[in-house]
Structures are given as structure tokens and as C-alpha cells.
């Protein structure tokens, strides 16, 4: 059974067909227009509709190569519903390799937004009516911010059965239960009675090759979860993902150089030494201990700090190790293929 054309922004998309649309957002102080470009792919037969967002923050960079290769693989020629994927969010940020907009403000604290606020309000109303509202699901992309790093993760609320099912279906190493916070895509999403994942990973203005087919793929496994894609080639997934229900800093106990011991997807203990800091000539050093058990997924790459700057971010996982002293996560990334090469770009 067909379905009838897709109507956005004023145009009609017929199923089967693809389309690029600019969708108007703001006009700069010297008369610049700015616009939103949106790919809407809609399929032969009815399905769901799904968004996949990029660079809310626009020195997240990694959303948006996610995006250029999942609208070119394979498996979405036979798509049933419709997909709406946004690669660049905040153009202002984007273009000036900044997290905010012009007026200082974070998008993704500004949601649900309002058509006469500031620039960023204006924006992130623009988006929950154009693109929030028209979806089931939503998968939002991040990186971490400047200077940091993030293991690949997804990122879900507690109170949605739902979302985990999606979580798991993604199947990164670590799925995060994480309280919604205000002004937040995702606690906007929840008020509409809309779920979305936010995938992490990465760093700010950086490419990382495992983070990027990860993320393609756990797409790509999602879509077929809610039933858009039948394509399993490919993207099955050699890990179960851990799943945290807390996490915590770890913080400089004083300043100094940073030496790091341990580093993203590291299985720590409670207790054990995962970094030193050291004042430049060496007279005092202070080992940094982790406060509990469970994987390291996010960690400064800087080694210059002043007390209270933050390390090491640790997600509490209660497991055993293994015999030969590996975690699952360890295992998978070593031994086995996280993707299939000839079937993701």
C-alpha cells in the first residue's frame, strides 16, 4: 500500500523520492539569509516518521558526517515511513566552530524555544515545530565539548520503556539512564510525548572513525527496529551494551600536568590509580583514584590543570571482569568487527 506525498515547508514530496530543503531560519545584521537544510527521505509505504539531528551545538561536528553517510547507504532505498535528517542544526555555530549561537546563548538549553525570544529560542522553536512535532522518534547527535572526549554512548531517560528498547536496539557499549534537564531537546521531545535518544561521542571539531560507524549503524538498526528498514546485512552488532544508571566526574585535587593512565572504554575498579598530577618540576604529585567500578566514557584531553578541572567522567557498572581480566566492552573492540566495510561508507 502506497502512502500519499510527505508536505513540508510547502513542498510535496512524492514517496520513493528524496528531497533537500531550505528551510528559512533567521537573516544576519548584514542582511545574510540563514537557512536549515533538511534531507527528507519518504518511502513507498507508510511507517513511522523518524528525525536524525546534528550540531545542536555547532562544534559538534560529528553528527553531520554521520548524516552525509546514512543518507547514502543501501539500506535506505526500500524505506517504509519517512526519515528527516537535519546534519546542521545551529548554522551560527557551525560556521564559527562555536557550541552557541551569535548571542551567547546553548541551544539545547533553550528548548521549547519561542517565536519572538532571542535568536536561540527562535531556533529551537522552529525546530520542535517543523521537525519535533512531525516525528515518532528522534535521534539526536553530540560530541563531546572542546578538550574532551566521549566513549560512544546513547543517552536515555528513566521513564520511557521505550527509549531502552531503542537504546538497546542502537546497541552502543554504554547506554546512559540520565535525569532530563531543562531547556534540553530531549525534556522538550518527552513534554510532546516524543522519545529521543542522544547519541555521544567523540570530540568537538574531530573525526573518530569507530565513534562514526558506530553511530551510522546503530541508526541504521534502530530504523529497522521500528520496522522502516527489513536490511540486517551489515549492521548486527557484536555488543550488548552496558547500561549505567549514575555517573561521576572526577576532578584535579590540585593543579599540575596531568598524566592519564586510563582511557576511554577503560573497565576501572574503586580505588585504583587511573591518574597522576604533578607540579611541572615533579616536587609533588598526587595520584588520582577512581571514587568507584565501571567504564570510563569521557575524559579531558588536555594535560595542564587547575584544581577542580574535570578528568575523568565514569559510568558505575557492577560486573565481574572476565578470567583473563577483559570487559565484554575490552573484548568486542578487540576482537570483533563493530561494522560491516563493504556494507557502511
Known amino acids: 500500500m502506497n502512502q500519499p506525498p510527505f508536505e513540508f515547508a510547502g513542498h510535496s514530496i512524492a514517496p520513493g523520492t528524496r528531497a533537500k530543503i531550505e528551510l528559512p531560519v533567521a537573516v544576519l545584521s548584514d542582511h545574510t539569509p540563514v537557512t536549515m537544510t533538511v534531507m527528507i527521505i519518504h518511502g513507498r509505504k507508510p511507517g513511522p516518521t523518524v528525525f536524525v539531528s546534528g550540531a545542536i ?11 552525509r553517510r546514512l543518507v547514502r547507504t543501501k539500506q535506505l532505498k526500500s524505506l517504509s515511513g519517512t526519515l528527516i535528517c537535519v546534519p546542521i542544526v545551529n548554522t551560527f555555530g557551525f560556521i564559527n566552530h562555536t557550541r552557541y549561537l551569535p548571542d551567547r546563548r546553548d541551544l539545547n538549553r533553550s528548548f521549547p524555544g519561542a517565536a519572538k525570544g532571542s535568536l536561540a529560542a527562535r531556533l529551537a522553536k522552529l525546530f520542535m515545530a517543523e521537525i519535533v512535532a512531525r516525528c515518532d522518534v528522534g535521534i539526536d547527535l553530540h560530541s563531546a565539548a572542546e578538550h574532551r572526549v566521549n566513549l560512544p ?12 528498547e531503542l537504546a538497546k536496539a542502537f546497541a552502543p557499549p554504554v547506554i546512559m539512564v540520565s535525569k532530563l534537564r531543562d ?42 527496529e521500528v520496522g522502516m528498514i527489513r536490511q540486517a546485512k551489515g549492521i548486527r552488532s557484536p555488543l550488548t ?26 573497565w576501572i575498579e574503586e580505588g585504583e590509580v587511573i591518574a597522576a598530577l604533578a607540579d611541572p ?18 575524559r579531558t584531553m588536555l594535560p595542564v590543570m587547575n584544581e577542580g578541572d574535570a578528568l575523568f567522567h565514569i559510568a558505575e557498572i557492577v560486573k565481574p571482569r572476565t578470567e583473563d581480566g577483559h570487559t565484554g566492552l575490552e573484548q568486542a ?10 556494507e557502511i561508507l
Open 183 to 224: 531547556g534540553s531537546l530531549r525534556h522538550a521531545a518527552r513534554e510532546l510525548g516524543k522519545d529521543v535518544l542522544v547519541y555521544e561521542c567523540g570530540e568537538a571539531l574531530r573525526f573518530d572513525e569507530t565513534a562514526l560507524r558506530i553511530g551510522v549503524t546503530g541508526i541504521l538498526r534502530v530504523l529497522r
Open 281 to 298: 618540576l615533579g616536587d609533588r604529585e598526587v595520584e588520582v583514584l577512581s571514587p568507584l567500578t565501571g567504564i570510563i566514557i569521557g
Open 57 to 67: 551545538h555547532g562544534d559538534e561536528i560529528i553528527g553531520v558526517e554521520i548524516i
Open 241 to 266: 551494551p552496558d547500561i549505567s544508571q549514575s555517573s561521576e566526574w572526577v576532578r584535579a585535587p590540585m593543579g599540575g600536568v596531568l598524566r592519564a593512565f586510563k582511557t576511554i572504554g577503560a
Open 153 to 164: 554512548q546513547i543517552r536515555i531517560d528513566g521513564g520511557s520503556k521505550r527509549a531502552m
Open 333 to 342: 573492540f578487540e576482537g570483533h568487527p563493530l561494522f560491516d566495510e563493504d
